[in-house]
């Protein structure tokens, strides 16, 4: 007989839409979770976390909620649901929060957002994650969970390192997740995982900003759908360009899928709309530089899609 | 010794910023030239056309203005000035005002909009033209030309046709052009003029839609320069794989011009910003078709543009 490990402590880095959410979801289950917020901090602290979830509504009464990193506990699992933009906070910030063993889980959008958290922690303790979900901050400490919901989520891969920790309290995250609601799947190619949910991320996140329109007004028009598809078939070519083979019945899903879902603006279009700098690189530049030299050739349109939104961001950080 | 000809009847079908502009500067170094115009009709007739242009302001106190085809007089020369979006309109007008053996000079922005003239109009009498200018229509019969001016035109090319009429009237119609102080060029190849024009307005006519931005700030962008400049290759590649060989230099020339252009909005940018229809077919479909079926490996970009392009115009034609 094994003695029961103690409870994980966890650290919710970015209390928005994604980490919001679950974070909350984790704490009404029973979970001991820590806070990270900033500009809602005083709210959230005096109302709680307010979720409206199309898995049922719930106010998180009173989480455990700091307004800077100092003040926080050592945690266990620490899962950064931060914007991918901000990711040189980081540095400073992991360090500090992350426990002697602990392990660091990004839900962040995009390709290769592990290696900004592998500058300060070793190899072996990063998982990622990618949310399949449709939510939306509506307010401070106000989270709008409108469609889906589902993670999945691994140890991050490294040549030549065998992620034993990662592995071994990435199921237990896995089995705290599940019991508290949340559909999480475990996953033995993280690789694999994102070049997924890239299939749906480049084509709608950035086609969403450039013609200026929501998911439903895309897939209802004809040449929104052809570019939509022409997308969609370049991100599984360069999946296949990097080693990861994708089921070519993916293409078809993530369209279905895409018609199925409610009207929805996506992240990098709320963004755009408020502002605030989008995940360009994370979603668009870091496959591109996966694929390599080949990219124009595999990718004409993600390449045209990417220096398009390179350009809106430039214009977003020069009046920010 | 032969007796002069008689001189040249023109008409000007469209006289907004390129119709307005060259039509009034005909008028006034003599020519006998016939405006129809729609809205700005009672406007004109009161007022006449304003004018102010880098070659010098002007307004022409008194033009022959028409508010219907039916009411002018058949002309030798009818040069056309409308937006290609509007040619359903020429089949009825052009028989009612081209004179017996008059010819026809689109002076249309894109590729084969000859195409339409001919319709109406037999083989040998249609020419097309290029305007090279930065001139928009600020108000009702006002005119502000910004920069540049020349216009290169020839006869349409078509297998089999020797286009004697229009080679005859079109270096009358150049002689006229010139003495109004138009900087006007014959072509002896009209395709080659026209994709030489499109290196131009295919990048910055698309990319000032789908960017929401001026020529000066795509330019002065680096994602926006890239942008530009791949575009404007696929372009001299286009037109090489329609058999019309255009020199490489004229690449770097094109950047070169638009970086000592003034800041300016493209006609196509006006048009979505004032939601009219946008001239998508003229200058982004019929190249491409031109171009055929290995259009989307010769020119990927510019097939996406045109498909983003093609997405806005339909929400402008719905809300029309």
Redesign the interface.
């Known amino acids: 007989m094994t003695t029961p490990a103690e409870p994980l402590r966890y650290a919710i880095l970015g209390s928005g839409a994604v980490g919001g959410l679950y974070g909350a979801m984790l704490a009404r289950s029973g979970c001991d979770v820590h806070f990270l917020l900033h500009s809602d901090f005083e709210h959230v602290r005096e109302n709680g976390l307010r979720i409206d979830s199309v898995l049922g509504d719930f106010v998180l009464e009173s989480p455990q909620v700091y307004d800077s990193v100092e003040s926080m506990p050592k945690c266990d699992v620490v899962i950064i649901a931060l914007k991918s933009t901000r990711n040189a906070l980081l540095d400073e910030w992991l360090p500090r929060v992350v426990a002697d063993d602990g392990v660091v889980l990004t839900l962040q959008n995009g390709l290769d957002v592990e290696a900004d958290v592998r500058r300060t922690i070793p190899a072996g303790r990063v998982l990622g994650g990618c949310c399949f979900l449709c939510s939306n901050k509506v307010g401070p400490g106000h989270i709008h969970h409108l469609d889906y919901g589902r993670i999945a989520f691994g140890a991050y891969q490294e040549a030549g390192v065998d992620p034993l920790r990662a592995n071994e309290v990435g199921r237990r995250i896995e089995a705290d997740m599940q019991s508290a609601g949340i559909d999480a799947n475990w996953s033995d190619d993280l690789a694999k995982t994102r070049w997924r949910k890239l299939m749906w991320n480049i084509p709608f996140n950035g086609l969403s900003v450039?013609?200026d329109?929501s998911t439903d007004?895309?897939i209802g028009?004809?040449?929104?759908r052809?570019?939509a598809n022409?997308l969609i078939a370049e991100v599984h070519a360069g999946a296949a360009a990097c080693g990861v083979e994708i089921d070519e019945k993916a293409i078809r899903a993530t369209m279905e899928h895409t018609e199925t879902m409610v009207p929805y603006d996506s992240s990098m279009r709320l963004d755009f709309l408020a502002k605030r700098p989008m995940e360009v690189e994370a979603i668009f530049g870091n496959p591109l530089r996966a694929i390599g030299d080949r990219a124009s050739e595999i990718a004409?349109?993600i390449s045209?899609?990417y220096?398009?939104l390179?350009?809106?961001n430039?214009?977003i950080c020069q009046d920010a």
Not at 221 to 224: D, I, L, T
């Open positions: 450039v013609l329109a007004r895309i028009s004809q040449p929104g052809d570019l022409q004409p349109s045209m899609l220096q398009q390179a350009f809106f430039e214009a």
